[in-house]
Protein backbone atom coordinates (compact mmCIF):
# COMPACT_ATOMS: atom_id res chain seq x y z
CA UNK A 1 0.00 0.00 0.00
CA UNK A 2 1.04 3.26 -0.67
CA UNK A 3 1.73 6.23 2.20
CA UNK A 4 0.72 9.08 0.09
CA UNK A 5 -1.99 8.37 -2.55
CA UNK A 6 -3.52 11.10 -4.50
CA UNK A 7 -6.48 10.67 -6.91
CA UNK A 8 -7.89 12.69 -9.12
CA UNK A 9 -7.18 16.13 -6.79
CA UNK A 10 -8.54 19.52 -7.80
CA UNK A 11 -7.89 22.90 -5.62
CA UNK A 12 -10.11 25.53 -6.59
CA UNK A 13 -9.70 29.13 -4.35
CA UNK A 14 -13.05 30.91 -3.63
CA UNK A 15 -13.13 33.26 -6.56
CA UNK A 16 -10.58 31.81 -8.84
CA UNK A 17 -11.51 30.89 -12.53
CA UNK A 18 -8.66 28.37 -12.81
CA UNK A 19 -8.00 25.41 -10.55
CA UNK A 20 -4.56 25.87 -8.49
CA UNK A 21 -4.64 21.81 -8.43
CA UNK A 22 -6.21 20.77 -11.25
CA UNK A 23 -7.10 16.59 -11.39
CA UNK A 24 -3.64 15.45 -10.22
CA UNK A 25 -2.37 11.90 -9.15
CA UNK A 26 0.27 10.31 -7.87
CA UNK A 27 1.23 7.67 -5.13
CA UNK A 28 4.68 7.69 -2.84
CA UNK A 29 5.73 4.74 -1.70
CA UNK A 30 6.98 3.89 2.20
CA UNK A 31 10.56 5.41 2.77
CA UNK A 32 10.41 7.09 -0.29
CA UNK A 33 11.80 10.68 -0.94
CA UNK A 34 10.02 12.64 -3.09
CA UNK A 35 10.91 16.38 -4.56
CA UNK A 36 7.44 18.02 -5.55
CA UNK A 37 8.76 20.95 -8.00
CA UNK A 38 7.39 23.79 -9.52
CA UNK A 39 7.70 27.56 -10.68
CA UNK A 40 5.98 30.22 -7.79
CA UNK A 41 2.43 29.43 -8.09
CA UNK A 42 2.48 26.34 -9.58
CA UNK A 43 0.61 24.48 -7.12
CA UNK A 44 2.95 23.36 -4.53
CA UNK A 45 2.35 24.41 -1.36
CA UNK A 46 -1.77 24.19 -2.12
CA UNK A 47 -0.94 20.54 -2.86
CA UNK A 48 0.88 20.22 0.28
CA UNK A 49 -1.87 21.69 2.44
CA UNK A 50 -4.45 19.89 1.56
CA UNK A 51 -2.04 16.19 2.32
CA UNK A 52 -1.39 17.95 5.48
CA UNK A 53 -4.84 18.69 6.12
CA UNK A 54 -4.45 22.12 6.41
CA UNK A 55 -6.61 22.81 3.48
CA UNK A 56 -9.69 21.58 2.08
CA UNK A 57 -9.65 19.68 -1.20
CA UNK A 58 -12.52 20.83 -3.85
CA UNK A 59 -12.97 17.19 -4.88
CA UNK A 60 -10.55 13.72 -5.59
CA UNK A 61 -9.24 12.12 -2.91
CA UNK A 62 -6.30 11.77 -0.68
CA UNK A 63 -5.14 8.87 1.06
CA UNK A 64 -1.85 9.42 3.65
CA UNK A 65 -1.00 6.13 5.60
CA UNK A 66 -4.59 4.51 4.74
CA UNK A 67 -6.59 7.46 6.26
CA UNK A 68 -8.39 9.45 4.36
CA UNK A 69 -7.46 13.69 4.84
CA UNK A 70 -10.68 14.90 4.43
CA UNK A 71 -12.58 12.13 6.72
CA UNK A 72 -9.93 11.16 8.81
CA UNK A 73 -7.95 14.26 9.34
CA UNK A 74 -7.33 12.92 12.81
CA UNK A 75 -5.49 9.95 12.41
CA UNK A 76 -3.50 11.55 9.62
CA UNK A 77 -2.40 13.89 12.22
CA UNK A 78 -1.22 11.40 13.64
CA UNK A 79 1.18 10.10 10.86
CA UNK A 80 2.43 13.46 9.86
CA UNK A 81 5.14 16.41 10.80
CA UNK A 82 5.29 19.30 8.59
CA UNK A 83 7.51 22.33 8.53
CA UNK A 84 5.82 25.33 6.58
CA UNK A 85 6.93 27.57 4.28
CA UNK A 86 6.69 30.37 6.73
CA UNK A 87 7.54 29.74 10.56
CA UNK A 88 4.86 29.10 12.24
CA UNK A 89 6.50 29.35 16.12
CA UNK A 90 5.64 31.55 18.66
CA UNK A 91 8.24 34.28 18.80
CA UNK A 92 7.47 35.29 22.94
CA UNK A 93 7.82 31.52 23.67
CA UNK A 94 11.47 30.58 24.22
CA UNK A 95 12.86 27.33 21.86
CA UNK A 96 12.17 24.88 24.38
CA UNK A 97 8.66 26.16 25.41
CA UNK A 98 7.83 25.85 21.31
CA UNK A 99 9.32 22.07 21.37
CA UNK A 100 7.18 21.40 24.52
CA UNK A 101 3.96 22.60 23.32
CA UNK A 102 4.33 20.63 20.34
CA UNK A 103 5.08 17.35 22.19
CA UNK A 104 2.14 17.78 24.71
CA UNK A 105 -0.62 18.18 21.50
CA UNK A 106 1.17 15.17 20.00
CA UNK A 107 0.52 13.14 23.44
CA UNK A 108 3.89 13.23 23.77
CA UNK A 109 4.59 13.47 27.21
CA UNK A 110 1.99 15.39 29.79
CA UNK A 111 2.70 19.14 30.10
CA UNK A 112 4.46 20.56 32.93
CA UNK A 113 5.38 24.26 33.79
CA UNK A 114 8.98 23.99 33.81
CA UNK A 115 11.49 21.88 31.45
CA UNK A 116 13.18 20.53 34.62
CA UNK A 117 9.72 19.25 35.66
CA UNK A 118 9.23 17.68 31.78
CA UNK A 119 9.94 13.57 31.51
CA UNK A 120 13.41 12.30 31.78
CA UNK A 121 12.62 10.77 27.98
CA UNK A 122 11.74 14.35 26.82
CA UNK A 123 14.40 16.11 27.88
CA UNK A 124 16.79 13.78 26.76
CA UNK A 125 15.00 13.46 23.35
CA UNK A 126 15.16 17.61 23.41
CA UNK A 127 18.57 17.72 24.24
CA UNK A 128 19.45 15.00 21.78
CA UNK A 129 17.67 16.76 18.67
CA UNK A 130 18.97 20.40 19.51
CA UNK A 131 22.61 19.04 20.03
CA UNK A 132 22.34 17.73 16.42
CA UNK A 133 21.12 20.74 14.74
CA UNK A 134 23.11 22.78 16.72
CA UNK A 135 21.05 25.04 18.74
CA UNK A 136 21.50 23.90 22.12
CA UNK A 137 22.85 27.17 22.74
CA UNK A 138 19.50 28.80 21.80
CA UNK A 139 17.36 26.32 23.55
CA UNK A 140 15.81 28.54 26.18
CA UNK A 141 15.84 32.11 24.30
CA UNK A 142 13.02 33.18 22.97
CA UNK A 143 11.77 32.60 19.59
CA UNK A 144 12.13 36.32 18.35
CA UNK A 145 15.79 36.72 19.28
CA UNK A 146 16.64 33.66 17.45
CA UNK A 147 18.01 34.54 13.46
CA UNK A 148 15.86 32.43 10.52
CA UNK A 149 18.61 30.04 10.20
CA UNK A 150 18.16 28.90 14.23
CA UNK A 151 14.59 29.19 14.09
CA UNK A 152 13.73 27.06 10.85
CA UNK A 153 16.46 24.50 12.88
CA UNK A 154 14.24 24.55 15.76
CA UNK A 155 10.99 24.16 13.64
CA UNK A 156 12.69 20.93 12.20
CA UNK A 157 13.26 19.60 16.04
CA UNK A 158 9.42 20.45 16.43
CA UNK A 159 8.64 18.47 13.49
CA UNK A 160 10.49 14.92 14.40
CA UNK A 161 10.15 15.10 18.11
CA UNK A 162 6.38 12.48 17.60
CA UNK A 163 8.66 10.54 14.72
CA UNK A 164 6.25 11.05 12.08
CA UNK A 165 6.21 8.35 9.53
CA UNK A 166 6.04 11.14 7.16
CA UNK A 167 7.60 14.55 6.77
CA UNK A 168 6.41 16.91 4.82
CA UNK A 169 8.72 20.11 3.92
CA UNK A 170 7.50 23.02 2.33
CA UNK A 171 10.69 25.03 1.61
CA UNK A 172 12.20 23.98 4.49
CA UNK A 173 15.68 25.72 3.80
CA UNK A 174 14.21 28.83 2.64
CA UNK A 175 16.55 31.83 4.10
CA UNK A 176 18.90 29.64 5.09
CA UNK A 177 22.90 30.41 4.80
CA UNK A 178 24.64 27.34 2.95
CA UNK A 179 26.66 25.79 5.91
CA UNK A 180 22.75 25.77 7.66
CA UNK A 181 21.62 24.10 4.98
CA UNK A 182 23.83 21.26 4.33
CA UNK A 183 23.80 20.79 8.35
CA UNK A 184 20.04 20.17 7.80
CA UNK A 185 20.25 17.89 4.93
CA UNK A 186 22.94 16.01 6.66
CA UNK A 187 20.34 15.56 9.70
CA UNK A 188 17.04 14.76 7.55
CA UNK A 189 19.00 12.66 5.98
CA UNK A 190 20.20 10.84 8.93
CA UNK A 191 16.82 10.91 10.23
CA UNK A 192 15.89 8.95 6.71
CA UNK A 193 17.97 6.50 7.41
CA UNK A 194 17.33 5.60 10.98
CA UNK A 195 13.80 5.48 10.90
CA UNK A 196 13.10 5.02 7.12
CA UNK A 197 10.94 7.94 7.28
CA UNK A 198 8.89 9.23 4.28
CA UNK A 199 10.09 12.60 3.32
CA UNK A 200 8.31 14.65 0.60
CA UNK A 201 9.78 18.18 -0.39
CA UNK A 202 9.11 20.76 -1.53
CA UNK A 203 12.23 23.48 -3.00
CA UNK A 204 12.96 25.68 -5.20
CA UNK A 205 16.40 24.91 -4.72
CA UNK A 206 16.35 22.17 -7.54
CA UNK A 207 20.41 20.61 -6.18
CA UNK A 208 18.52 20.02 -2.77
CA UNK A 209 16.05 17.54 -5.28
CA UNK A 210 19.75 15.67 -6.96
CA UNK A 211 19.30 12.45 -4.04
CA UNK A 212 15.85 11.74 -4.22
CA UNK A 213 14.19 8.98 -5.54
CA UNK A 214 11.44 10.63 -7.07
CA UNK A 215 10.60 13.70 -8.76
CA UNK A 216 7.04 15.15 -9.50
CA UNK A 217 6.82 18.32 -11.43
CA UNK A 218 3.93 20.31 -10.87
CA UNK A 219 2.77 23.37 -13.46
CA UNK A 220 -0.17 25.65 -14.20
CA UNK A 221 -1.69 22.73 -11.50
CA UNK A 222 -0.89 19.99 -13.60
CA UNK A 223 1.33 17.18 -12.76
CA UNK A 224 3.42 17.56 -15.51
CA UNK A 225 6.31 14.60 -14.97
CA UNK A 226 6.94 12.09 -12.23
CA UNK A 227 9.92 10.68 -12.69
CA UNK A 228 13.62 9.77 -11.17
CA UNK A 229 15.71 12.52 -11.20
CA UNK A 230 18.14 10.41 -13.57
CA UNK A 231 14.96 9.21 -16.05
CA UNK A 232 14.58 13.13 -15.75
CA UNK A 233 17.88 14.16 -17.35
CA UNK A 234 18.23 11.20 -19.31
CA UNK A 235 14.92 11.97 -20.99
CA UNK A 236 15.53 15.72 -21.68
CA UNK A 237 19.25 16.29 -21.52
CA UNK A 238 22.37 15.23 -23.00
CA UNK A 239 25.72 14.64 -21.90
CA UNK A 240 28.26 17.07 -23.26
CA UNK A 241 31.89 17.04 -23.68
CA UNK A 242 33.76 20.20 -23.52
CA UNK A 243 36.80 20.46 -25.94
CA UNK A 244 39.60 22.45 -27.41
CA UNK A 245 42.49 22.33 -29.02
CA UNK A 246 45.42 24.88 -30.65
CA UNK A 247 44.42 23.54 -34.48
CA UNK A 248 40.36 24.42 -33.72
CA UNK A 249 39.87 24.42 -36.86
CA UNK A 250 40.27 20.45 -37.85
CA UNK A 251 39.35 19.71 -34.08
CA UNK A 252 35.75 20.95 -35.89
CA UNK A 253 36.32 19.47 -39.49
CA UNK A 254 37.24 16.22 -37.52
CA UNK A 255 33.80 16.52 -35.66
CA UNK A 256 32.02 16.94 -38.75
CA UNK A 257 33.80 13.69 -40.36
CA UNK A 258 32.45 12.10 -37.30
CA UNK A 259 28.83 13.34 -37.40
CA UNK A 260 28.96 14.61 -34.19
CA UNK A 261 26.77 18.15 -33.40
CA UNK A 262 28.84 20.79 -31.55
CA UNK A 263 28.56 24.59 -30.39
CA UNK A 264 31.62 26.37 -31.04
CA UNK A 265 31.17 29.39 -28.31
CA UNK A 266 33.97 29.74 -26.33
CA UNK A 267 34.80 26.31 -26.10
CA UNK A 268 33.21 23.51 -28.20
CA UNK A 269 30.63 21.46 -26.85
CA UNK A 270 29.55 18.63 -28.10
CA UNK A 271 26.47 16.93 -26.87
CA UNK A 272 26.33 13.01 -27.29
CA UNK A 273 24.26 9.92 -26.00
CA UNK A 274 23.83 6.44 -26.93
CA UNK A 275 27.46 6.21 -26.97
CA UNK A 276 30.57 7.14 -24.23
CA UNK A 277 32.83 9.95 -23.95
CA UNK A 278 35.46 7.51 -24.66
CA UNK A 279 34.46 6.62 -27.65
CA UNK A 280 34.04 10.55 -28.78
CA UNK A 281 37.50 11.11 -27.72
CA UNK A 282 38.65 8.11 -29.70
CA UNK A 283 37.81 8.90 -33.27
CA UNK A 284 39.59 12.66 -32.87
CA UNK A 285 43.52 12.74 -33.75
CA UNK A 286 43.80 16.77 -33.23
CA UNK A 287 45.77 16.90 -29.84
CA UNK A 288 43.15 18.67 -27.06
CA UNK A 289 43.94 21.22 -24.75
CA UNK A 290 40.84 21.07 -23.09
CA UNK A 291 38.53 17.81 -21.81
CA UNK A 292 36.14 18.34 -19.31
CA UNK A 293 33.02 16.27 -19.63
CA UNK A 294 29.84 17.81 -18.38
CA UNK A 295 26.97 16.03 -16.60
CA UNK A 296 24.04 17.91 -16.60
CA UNK A 297 21.97 18.18 -13.15
CA UNK A 298 18.31 17.99 -11.94
CA UNK A 299 18.39 22.10 -12.34
CA UNK A 300 19.55 21.70 -16.23
CA UNK A 301 16.64 19.15 -16.86
CA UNK A 302 13.94 21.11 -14.56
CA UNK A 303 14.48 24.38 -16.36
CA UNK A 304 14.79 22.67 -20.09
CA UNK A 305 11.62 20.53 -19.08
CA UNK A 306 10.13 23.93 -18.18
CA UNK A 307 11.45 25.73 -21.42
CA UNK A 308 9.64 22.39 -23.27
CA UNK A 309 6.32 23.04 -21.00
CA UNK A 310 5.80 26.64 -21.22
CA UNK A 311 7.54 27.96 -18.86
CA UNK A 312 6.85 29.30 -15.39
CA UNK A 313 3.82 31.34 -14.55
CA UNK A 314 4.30 34.53 -13.68
CA UNK B 1 17.95 6.24 37.18
CA UNK B 2 19.78 9.52 37.39
CA UNK B 3 16.86 11.79 36.42
CA UNK B 4 19.05 15.08 36.09
CA UNK B 5 20.41 16.29 33.08
CA UNK B 6 22.89 19.53 32.47
CA UNK B 7 21.84 21.23 29.78
CA UNK B 8 24.89 22.02 28.28
CA UNK B 9 25.72 18.47 27.77
CA UNK B 10 27.92 17.73 24.48
CA UNK B 11 27.29 14.98 21.85
CA UNK B 12 30.89 14.13 20.20
CA UNK B 13 30.05 14.49 16.35
CA UNK B 14 27.25 17.38 15.42
CA UNK B 15 25.85 16.58 12.75
CA UNK B 16 24.78 12.83 12.94
CA UNK B 17 22.95 10.83 15.16
CA UNK B 18 25.34 8.64 17.26
CA UNK B 19 22.79 6.70 19.26
CA UNK B 20 19.08 6.14 18.66
CA UNK B 21 17.49 8.54 20.25
CA UNK B 22 15.02 8.00 23.45
CA UNK B 23 11.82 7.32 21.86
CA UNK B 24 9.34 9.37 23.14
CA UNK B 25 5.60 7.09 23.65
CA UNK B 26 2.25 9.03 22.79
CA UNK B 27 -0.40 8.44 25.51
CA UNK B 28 -2.91 5.77 24.54
CA UNK B 29 -5.70 7.33 25.88
CA UNK B 30 -7.95 9.93 24.22
CA UNK B 31 -9.05 11.84 26.94
CA UNK B 32 -6.13 12.08 28.75
CA UNK B 33 -5.01 13.50 25.33
CA UNK B 34 -7.29 16.28 25.08
CA UNK B 35 -7.06 17.06 28.34
CA UNK B 36 -3.22 16.99 28.05
CA UNK B 37 -3.41 19.04 24.95
CA UNK B 38 -6.38 21.48 26.84
CA UNK B 39 -3.09 21.85 30.09
CA UNK B 40 -0.64 22.92 27.15
CA UNK B 41 -2.62 25.51 25.47
CA UNK B 42 -3.82 27.05 29.20
CA UNK B 43 -0.45 26.92 30.44
CA UNK B 44 1.06 29.00 26.78
CA UNK B 45 -1.70 31.70 27.47
CA UNK B 46 -0.57 31.99 31.13
CA UNK B 47 3.36 32.12 30.09
CA UNK B 48 2.42 34.67 27.59
CA UNK B 49 0.51 36.62 30.02
CA UNK B 50 3.89 36.75 32.38
CA UNK B 51 5.84 37.30 29.71
CA UNK B 52 3.85 40.64 28.63
CA UNK B 53 4.27 43.53 30.70
CA UNK B 54 1.47 45.78 28.56
CA UNK B 55 -0.91 42.93 29.72
CA UNK B 56 -0.50 42.66 33.19
CA UNK B 57 -0.98 46.24 33.07
CA UNK B 58 -3.92 46.27 30.95
CA UNK B 59 -4.97 43.59 33.65
CA UNK B 60 -4.81 46.15 36.51
CA UNK B 61 -5.79 48.96 35.13
CA UNK B 62 -8.70 48.23 33.58
CA UNK B 63 -10.39 47.68 36.93
CA UNK B 64 -9.72 51.32 37.97
CA UNK B 65 -11.05 52.31 34.77
CA UNK B 66 -14.75 50.37 35.19
CA UNK B 67 -15.15 49.99 38.75
CA UNK B 68 -13.03 53.08 40.31
CA UNK B 69 -13.75 55.74 37.66
CA UNK B 70 -17.49 54.47 35.66
CA UNK B 71 -18.50 52.86 38.94
CA UNK B 72 -17.62 55.74 41.31
CA UNK B 73 -18.91 58.34 39.24
CA UNK B 74 -22.47 56.36 38.87
CA UNK B 75 -22.54 55.83 42.88
CA UNK B 76 -22.29 59.47 43.48
CA UNK B 77 -25.24 60.82 40.53
CA UNK B 78 -27.38 57.80 40.72
CA UNK B 79 -27.56 55.75 43.83
CA UNK B 80 -30.77 57.13 45.02
CA UNK B 81 -33.84 55.66 45.03
CA UNK B 82 -32.94 51.86 43.55
CA UNK B 83 -34.01 49.73 46.99
CA UNK B 84 -30.85 48.22 47.06
CA UNK B 85 -26.82 49.34 47.42
CA UNK B 86 -25.79 50.58 43.71
CA UNK B 87 -22.55 49.53 45.20
CA UNK B 88 -22.57 46.23 45.90
CA UNK B 89 -24.48 45.83 42.89
CA UNK B 90 -22.29 47.20 40.57
CA UNK B 91 -19.57 45.33 42.16
CA UNK B 92 -20.62 42.31 41.67
CA UNK B 93 -21.73 43.61 37.89
CA UNK B 94 -17.69 44.52 37.31
CA UNK B 95 -16.82 41.62 38.20
CA UNK B 96 -18.39 39.89 35.78
CA UNK B 97 -18.13 42.03 33.64
CA UNK B 98 -14.49 42.33 33.85
CA UNK B 99 -14.35 38.63 33.58
CA UNK B 100 -16.14 38.43 30.31
CA UNK B 101 -14.32 41.50 28.86
CA UNK B 102 -10.95 40.56 29.83
CA UNK B 103 -11.54 36.97 28.35
CA UNK B 104 -12.83 38.65 25.06
CA UNK B 105 -9.62 40.67 24.62
CA UNK B 106 -7.55 37.24 25.35
CA UNK B 107 -9.29 35.47 23.11
CA UNK B 108 -8.91 38.26 19.88
CA UNK B 109 -4.74 36.90 20.19
CA UNK B 110 -6.03 34.14 18.07
CA UNK B 111 -5.91 36.72 15.56
CA UNK B 112 -2.23 37.15 16.52
CA UNK B 113 -1.71 33.61 16.30
CA UNK B 114 -2.80 33.72 12.76
CA UNK B 115 -0.58 36.31 11.60
CA UNK B 116 2.33 34.49 13.03
CA UNK B 117 0.75 31.56 11.75
CA UNK B 118 1.26 29.46 14.88
CA UNK B 119 -2.83 28.45 14.57
CA UNK B 120 -1.49 26.70 11.75
CA UNK B 121 1.21 24.67 14.18
CA UNK B 122 -1.80 24.51 16.22
CA UNK B 123 -4.78 23.02 13.67
CA UNK B 124 -2.30 20.39 12.11
CA UNK B 125 -1.83 18.62 15.37
CA UNK B 126 -3.81 14.99 16.18
CA UNK B 127 -6.26 16.87 18.65
CA UNK B 128 -10.01 18.11 19.00
CA UNK B 129 -10.49 22.20 17.85
CA UNK B 130 -13.06 22.21 20.80
CA UNK B 131 -9.66 21.24 22.81
CA UNK B 132 -7.65 24.16 20.99
CA UNK B 133 -11.09 26.59 21.96
CA UNK B 134 -11.49 25.51 25.22
CA UNK B 135 -7.57 25.42 26.49
CA UNK B 136 -7.56 29.00 25.13
CA UNK B 137 -10.50 30.26 26.75
CA UNK B 138 -8.89 28.71 29.64
CA UNK B 139 -5.83 30.85 29.16
CA UNK B 140 -8.26 33.90 28.83
CA UNK B 141 -9.50 33.21 31.60
CA UNK B 142 -6.44 33.83 33.81
CA UNK B 143 -5.74 37.03 32.89
CA UNK B 144 -9.72 37.89 33.68
CA UNK B 145 -9.52 36.20 36.77
CA UNK B 146 -6.09 38.71 37.83
CA UNK B 147 -8.61 41.65 36.49
CA UNK B 148 -10.98 40.10 38.88
CA UNK B 149 -9.12 40.13 41.54
CA UNK B 150 -7.90 43.92 40.84
CA UNK B 151 -12.02 44.74 41.12
CA UNK B 152 -11.90 43.64 44.19
CA UNK B 153 -9.30 45.61 45.56
CA UNK B 154 -10.94 48.73 43.75
CA UNK B 155 -13.85 48.05 45.42
CA UNK B 156 -12.51 47.52 49.11
CA UNK B 157 -10.59 51.26 48.44
CA UNK B 158 -14.30 52.34 47.51
CA UNK B 159 -15.79 50.62 50.56
CA UNK B 160 -17.71 48.00 49.51
CA UNK B 161 -16.69 44.39 50.15
CA UNK B 162 -17.93 40.66 50.05
CA UNK B 163 -18.00 38.26 52.45
CA UNK B 164 -15.52 35.23 52.40
CA UNK B 165 -18.28 32.38 51.13
CA UNK B 166 -19.55 35.34 48.72
CA UNK B 167 -16.31 35.95 47.23
CA UNK B 168 -15.64 31.66 47.16
CA UNK B 169 -18.72 31.18 45.29
CA UNK B 170 -18.27 33.84 42.36
CA UNK B 171 -14.77 32.73 42.22
CA UNK B 172 -15.90 28.87 41.59
CA UNK B 173 -18.74 30.29 39.23
CA UNK B 174 -15.58 32.31 37.54
CA UNK B 175 -14.69 29.17 35.40
CA UNK B 176 -18.20 28.92 33.48
CA UNK B 177 -18.66 32.77 32.94
CA UNK B 178 -14.86 33.46 31.40
CA UNK B 179 -15.87 30.18 29.19
CA UNK B 180 -19.35 31.88 28.42
CA UNK B 181 -17.33 34.82 27.25
CA UNK B 182 -14.74 33.21 25.24
CA UNK B 183 -17.29 31.06 23.48
CA UNK B 184 -19.11 34.11 22.46
CA UNK B 185 -15.73 36.24 21.63
CA UNK B 186 -15.24 33.17 19.20
CA UNK B 187 -18.20 33.54 16.74
CA UNK B 188 -17.00 36.94 15.94
CA UNK B 189 -13.01 36.36 16.41
CA UNK B 190 -12.96 33.48 14.66
CA UNK B 191 -13.89 34.76 11.58
CA UNK B 192 -11.56 37.83 11.72
CA UNK B 193 -7.77 37.93 10.67
CA UNK B 194 -6.65 41.03 11.20
CA UNK B 195 -5.88 42.63 14.26
CA UNK B 196 -7.39 45.83 13.57
CA UNK B 197 -10.82 44.60 12.91
CA UNK B 198 -10.29 42.11 16.07
CA UNK B 199 -10.09 44.96 18.22
CA UNK B 200 -13.09 46.53 17.09
CA UNK B 201 -14.79 43.56 17.45
CA UNK B 202 -13.96 43.26 21.38
CA UNK B 203 -15.54 46.48 21.70
CA UNK B 204 -18.49 44.91 19.59
CA UNK B 205 -18.78 41.99 21.89
CA UNK B 206 -18.18 43.53 24.92
CA UNK B 207 -19.85 46.94 25.04
CA UNK B 208 -23.69 45.84 24.37
CA UNK B 209 -22.78 43.15 26.97
CA UNK B 210 -21.84 45.84 29.53
CA UNK B 211 -24.79 47.95 28.90
CA UNK B 212 -27.48 45.51 28.05
CA UNK B 213 -26.76 42.54 30.72
CA UNK B 214 -27.66 44.49 33.60
CA UNK B 215 -23.69 45.01 34.49
CA UNK B 216 -23.73 48.71 36.26
CA UNK B 217 -27.15 50.13 35.24
CA UNK B 218 -30.23 47.56 36.47
CA UNK B 219 -32.72 46.55 33.59
CA UNK B 220 -36.08 45.22 35.18
CA UNK B 221 -37.79 48.20 33.36
CA UNK B 222 -35.70 46.99 29.70
CA UNK B 223 -38.44 46.35 26.92
CA UNK B 224 -38.81 46.41 23.35
CA UNK B 225 -35.64 45.37 21.46
CA UNK B 226 -33.19 46.23 24.42
CA UNK B 227 -35.23 43.66 26.29
CA UNK B 228 -35.07 40.98 23.61
CA UNK B 229 -31.56 41.86 23.02
CA UNK B 230 -30.89 41.70 26.84
CA UNK B 231 -32.17 38.02 27.08
CA UNK B 232 -30.19 37.00 23.90
CA UNK B 233 -26.36 38.03 25.75
CA UNK B 234 -24.93 35.24 27.77
CA UNK B 235 -23.68 37.78 29.99
CA UNK B 236 -27.32 38.48 31.40
CA UNK B 237 -27.54 35.25 33.04
CA UNK B 238 -24.20 35.05 34.22
CA UNK B 239 -24.12 38.49 35.80
CA UNK B 240 -28.04 36.85 37.12
CA UNK B 241 -26.76 33.59 38.62
CA UNK B 242 -23.66 35.44 40.72
CA UNK B 243 -26.11 37.83 41.88
CA UNK B 244 -28.37 35.27 43.06
CA UNK B 245 -25.40 34.05 44.99
CA UNK B 246 -24.23 37.05 46.66
CA UNK B 247 -27.89 38.40 47.15
CA UNK B 248 -29.01 34.85 47.97
CA UNK B 249 -31.17 35.37 51.44
CA UNK B 250 -31.25 39.08 51.81
CA UNK B 251 -33.81 41.89 51.45
CA UNK B 252 -33.46 42.94 48.24
CA UNK B 253 -32.96 39.66 46.46
CA UNK B 254 -36.31 40.05 44.58
CA UNK B 255 -35.29 43.29 43.35
CA UNK B 256 -31.96 42.87 42.22
CA UNK B 257 -32.55 39.12 41.06
CA UNK B 258 -34.61 38.89 38.12
CA UNK B 259 -34.47 34.87 37.04
CA UNK B 260 -34.25 31.25 38.94
CA UNK B 261 -30.85 30.54 39.17
CA UNK B 262 -31.52 27.37 37.69
CA UNK B 263 -32.93 28.83 34.65
CA UNK B 264 -29.90 31.00 34.36
CA UNK B 265 -27.39 28.29 34.72
CA UNK B 266 -29.48 26.05 31.73
CA UNK B 267 -29.41 29.28 29.79
CA UNK B 268 -25.42 29.93 30.33
CA UNK B 269 -24.71 25.92 29.50
CA UNK B 270 -27.41 26.19 26.17
CA UNK B 271 -25.90 29.11 25.24
CA UNK B 272 -22.29 28.55 25.91
CA UNK B 273 -22.57 25.38 23.65
CA UNK B 274 -24.15 26.90 21.17
CA UNK B 275 -21.64 29.36 20.87
CA UNK B 276 -18.54 27.33 21.49
CA UNK B 277 -19.83 25.08 18.58
CA UNK B 278 -20.34 27.47 16.18
CA UNK B 279 -17.38 29.86 17.06
CA UNK B 280 -15.21 26.64 16.83
CA UNK B 281 -16.51 25.73 13.51
CA UNK B 282 -15.67 29.14 12.27
CA UNK B 283 -12.20 29.32 13.50
CA UNK B 284 -11.60 25.92 11.95
CA UNK B 285 -13.72 26.82 8.91
CA UNK B 286 -11.78 29.71 8.02
CA UNK B 287 -8.05 28.27 8.78
CA UNK B 288 -9.08 26.16 6.30
CA UNK B 289 -11.22 26.68 3.89
CA UNK B 290 -9.78 29.30 1.27
Redesign the interface.
Known sequence: MSLIEVNHLVKR??GANVPAVDDISFAVEPGEFVAFLGPNGAGKTTTISIL?????LTSGEVKIAGFDVKHEA??V??H?G?I?Q????????TAE?NI????????????R?AFKLMS??????V???A??V?I?DA??K?VKKLSGGMQRKLEIIRSL???PEVLFLDEPTQGLDPVSRR?LW??IN??RR?YGTTIFLTTHYIDEAENVDKVCVINHGKIAICASPDEMKRSLLHQELILDAEQRDDLLDELTGLNLSYKANGQVVVPFSGTTAQEVIAGLKTPLNTLKIHEPSLEDAYVEFLHITGGAIQ | MNDTLSVKRVTPVQGMITSKPVALARRKSKVSRELNAVSAVLAREITLFFKSPGTIIMSLAMPIIMMGMIGGNMMQNMSSGLGFQLGEFMLVGMLVNMLFMTTTMGMATLVDDHETDFNQEMLVSPVSRYSLVVGKILGASFAAIVSMAGTLIVGLIMGITLHIGQLLLILALSPLICLSGGALSMILIGLIKSKKTANFAVMIITMPQMFLSGAIIPISNSHGALLVLSRLMPMTYCLDLTRAVVYAGTPEYNSVVMFNPLINFAAIVGLTMACLIIGTYFFARTEKNR
Not at chain 1, 52 to 56: F, G, I, K, R
Not at chain 1, 86 to 93: G, Y
Not at chain 1, 100 to 111: D, E, I, P, T
Not at chain 1, 120 to 125: G, Q, T, V
Open positions: YKTTTLSRQREIIFKPSLDPNLERFHACLYGMCGYPLAYRRRLDLEIGQLFPIHTGDYDVQ
